[in-house]
């Protein structure tokens, strides 16, 4: 199975200031159809996941355009330019490139 | 709006069995392959099972192959994981997944399941 290693695993933030998760995976995560299935995922405190960017770097219906993603093959990194109380929560990459889908260990993002 | 509610989380003894259930709403279910995926507690995310439109393919982790049944029922709009022989390292929160391609897009609320003594 793909590992997903994310750093850090927690991040303490300034309201209004910029944040940035990195993801790295154990192999390479092009599918053989070109793509790259690396999604991350929001978790706010009680609240089920949610996805906010899939392939890489598309946000996912209703996501605010301060979230930004980036990277190729097996680095990642998801971006917050100014973050908001909302923010608060766990972010999570993922693949589903190959399966099984494998998890990042989660990043806790607190003011 | 689409929706996902799972259902039959519960308490129970080591060896024992739980039927979870995920009520579908708001979309084609017969479009899209499901998955659960399971949050451990206080810990993070883990894939358990995964059912393709029809129930031909069906995939498991290796903790739950043997143990658990994936199925559906695209009539009622139902996805199914029928968990048996359950173990003290199965409790967790159980999500239902809608799949499009390459991304979890939805998920449900999350049903509680606790193993025991």
């Given at each position: 199975d793909?590992?997903?290693?994310?750093?850090p695993l927690s991040s303490p933030v300034t309201l209004g200031q910029p944040a940035s998760i990195s993801c790295r995976s154990s192999q390479s995560l092009v599918h053989i159809d070109g793509n790259i299935y690396l999604n991350w995922l929001q978790q706010r405190p009680g609240q089920p996941p949610r996805l906010l960017l899939y392939?890489?770097?598309?946000?996912?219906?209703?996501v605010p355009d301060r979230f930004s993603g980036s990277g190729t093959g097996t680095d990642f990194t998801l971006k917050i330019s100014r973050v908001e109380r909302e923010d608060v929560g766990v972010y999570y990459c993922m693949q589903a490139t190959q399966s099984p889908w494998t998890f990042g260990q989660g990043t806790k993002?607190?003011? | 709006e689409v929706?996902?509610?799972?259902?039959?989380?519960?308490l129970v003894q080591p060896g024992g069995s739980l039927r979870l259930s995920c009520a579908a709403s708001g979309f084609l279910f017969n479009d899209y392959w499901m998955h659960w995926v399971r949050q451990d507690p206080g810990k993070g995310l883990v894939w358990v099972s995964l059912i393709d439109i029809d129930g031909s393919t069906k995939m498991y982790a290796d903790s739950v192959k043997g143990r658990f049944t994936i199925s559906r029922d695209n009539a009622k709009n139902t996805l199914y994981l029928q968990m048996n022989s359950l173990r003290v390292d199965d409790t967790g929160i159980y999500y239902c997944v809608r799949a499009s391609t390459g991304r979890p897009d939805y998920w449900g609320q999350g049903t509680l399941v606790t193993v025991s003594s």
């Open positions: 793909i590992v997903m290693t994310q750093t392939k890489v770097s598309n946000r996912f219906s209703g993002v607190e003011i | 929706q996902l509610v799972e259902s039959g989380g519960g």
